[in-house]
């Protein structure tokens, strides 16, 4: 089974509509981090956590917010999507040492008509 | 800011070596990171080399790092058909882990 999981792995939905992207992992790390991908840019972090009640944003957080229920889960809500939200979005974990490597899942698409 | 650059696109015939290039601006960067992409996947680490060191290699890879003038390369001996993904380039400062990333480079590896 994979370490990180994301939930959808592609979504299509409308402008207004509330969605949630959701993260599970089982590698039992203190860290998760939600990325945005869009061609030509890389990844941008979007919100970071770095325990269940530390949460922080990241450089691209207007229009997201972020749930960290558990130590395995870090949701990613758009509360009213948008066309410019549509990219491919990735969460990813890691352990709590200086450079200690980043594990992503598997990316969701999401795609606002 | 930050920022990391990479071109965008590379390609090379299998067999060859290919050289992937990348720039970084915060001189503070503590570790710096290669990761792969394959199509539909998420990324998967590569390589890293913590900023005191001038290289680092391991199997096909070889990383460089220039620091004078915040240089990065990566180099993948032998190039495969396998190799073909988009790589990125990316910088961490501090004991926060937080990465930056380039926009990354698509290898393309033909016969």
């Known amino acids: 089974d994979a370490d990180v999981t994301q939930t959808p792995r592609n979504r299509i939905t409308k402008t207004g509509k509330r969605i949630m992207l959701e993260c599970s992992q089982t590698?039992?790390?203190?860290?998760m981090y939600w990325y945005r991908q869009d061609p030509g840019l890389g990844l941008r972090l979007i919100y970071y956590s770095f325990d269940v009640k530390d949460i922080n944003k990241g450089e691209i957080s207007d229009g997201y917010s972020v749930s960290r229920q558990a130590q395995a889960k870090f949701s990613l809500s758009l509360e009213s999507a948008i066309p410019n939200q549509t990219a491919l979005y990735f969460c990813a974990t890691s352990d709590s040492g200086t450079g200690s490597e980043q594990y992503f899942g598997p990316g969701t698409r999401l795609t606002v008509t | 800011g930050e920022d990391v650059e990479q071109s965008l696109f590379l390609s090379v015939r299998e067999g060859d070596s290919s050289v992937i290039n990348c720039t970084y601006t915060?001189?503070?960067?503590?570790?710096l990171y290669w990761y792969k992409q394959e199509p539909g996947a998420g990324l998967q680490l590569l390589t890293y080399i913590f900023s005191n060191m001038d290289m680092k290699q391991d199997q096909r890879l070889t990383v460089l790092l220039n620091k004078k003038d915040k240089h990065l390369s990566l180099r993948i001996a032998d190039t495969q058909t396998g190799d073909s993904a988009i790589y990125f380039c990316?910088?961490?400062?501090?004991?926060?882990?937080?990465?930056?990333f380039g926009a990354g480079t698509r290898l393309a590896v033909h016969p």
């Open positions: 590698k039992g790390h203190d860290r």
């Open positions: 915060d001189s503070s960067s503590t570790y």
């Open positions: 990316a910088e961490s400062t501090g004991g926060y882990n937080k990465l930056i």
